[in-house]
């Protein structure tokens, strides 16, 4: 997303720009519509007449921009998993420490409301709805675990990649969303501790 | 449950026998009816009515055995958490290889569609609804963390037991649910391989 206001290809000749309403910053009020819409109702509930009304646009605009619910659902993961996906800084010039960099990194994400609300609705739309969990599938991969694999010395990079993610997966699940103790009110750094040494083997160790 | 076909309590006076639906074996029709309600409708559409209906009882018995949704589904929970609450076997009279013993054990349930299915269901209730959550906290607290982490001999063994857990919880949902390949393809035995001593470290090393 080099340029966020660059609108997708037209569909089927609908006139979307005939409300007036396709003014500088269009795109990006229709997205920030949309993600207080997933999260707040689910991918399920979602449309894109109510994405629309909430950005103040004509639904064809949403339509113009985004084509299906799908795309602008992914367009909103996107901007979601953005902080998750800063990756190239954490990786940095060295393996060396990058287990506990990880962790520290996604547990800073999750620990920061405005951060951890977005995600959990995005995960839980990914685990109720299939369409939402290929997008989220796509995104991760393509973003996260294709970045991270490149960087290793490991065999099966991206299998390793996995393995990392899905500890600090389970670690959001069991922390933030079941709410389990003693793991919940743990500090972050008790937790780095033990989870950063993990991630460093699955990392580097060969 | 040592006695499954032993009533709860009477509630409000309500005539629940007046059907003449109360044979040996309804308390197990409607659990198993629920178990196929939950993981069909999930938890917000499943209904007491729903559930008696696929039972073929009356309403009225489904609250004289469980009194509300909440508590029905912690019955379904129960069953459906069975085999992965088996936990003493895995235990065993040591702790050595503890770590692979546990993982093997929790990939074979998932790979089993029998028993993989009402868990997936089970997992999205739980990440969708709140009281779903709070079941299975309960359970999986009461029944899992708090047996192993009986049996460890580590400083702050629950918050170890957690720990594992998540990574076991995180490894299901990346492979079973979002499906993100290389994971959801690899043999079980080669994720027990990397896993394993992983889960042993949390369980046993100082």
Same sequence: chains 1, 2.
Wanted: aromatic fraction near 6%; charge should be neutral.
């Amino acid at each position: 997303m080099t340029d966020p206001a660059a609108p997708a290809p037209r569909r089927r000749g609908r006139p979307p720009r005939s409300a007036g309403d396709d003014g500088p910053g269009a795109r990006d009020r229709i997205l920030a519509a949309a993600r207080t819409e997933f999260s707040a109702r689910g991918y399920d509930k979602a449309s894109m007449r109510g994405i629309a009304k909430a950005a103040g646009v004509d639904a064809a605009l949403v339509h113009h921009y985004f084509g299906t619910k799908e795309a602008v659902f992914a367009a909103a993961v996107e901007v979601d998993f953005s902080p998750a996906l800063t990756v190239d800084a954490i990786l940095g010039d060295s393996l060396d420490g990058v287990g506990e960099r990880l962790a520290r990194h996604f547990l800073a994400i999750w620990e920061n409301p405005a951060t951890r609300t977005p995600l959990i609705a995005v995960i839980r739309s990914a685990l109720t709805h299939d369409a939402a969990a290929k997008v989220l599938r796509g995104v991760v991969l393509r973003r996260l675990l294709e970045r991270v694999a490149a960087e290793l010395a490991v065999p099966e990079p991206r299998f390793r990649a996995e393995l990392a993610a899905s500890h600090m997966v389970g670690v959001a699940i069991m922390r933030y969303v079941l709410e389990v103790e003693p793991l919940a009110s743990a500090p972050p750094e008790h937790i780095v501790a033990l989870v950063g040494p993990t991630l460093q083997r699955y990392l580097t160790e060969p």
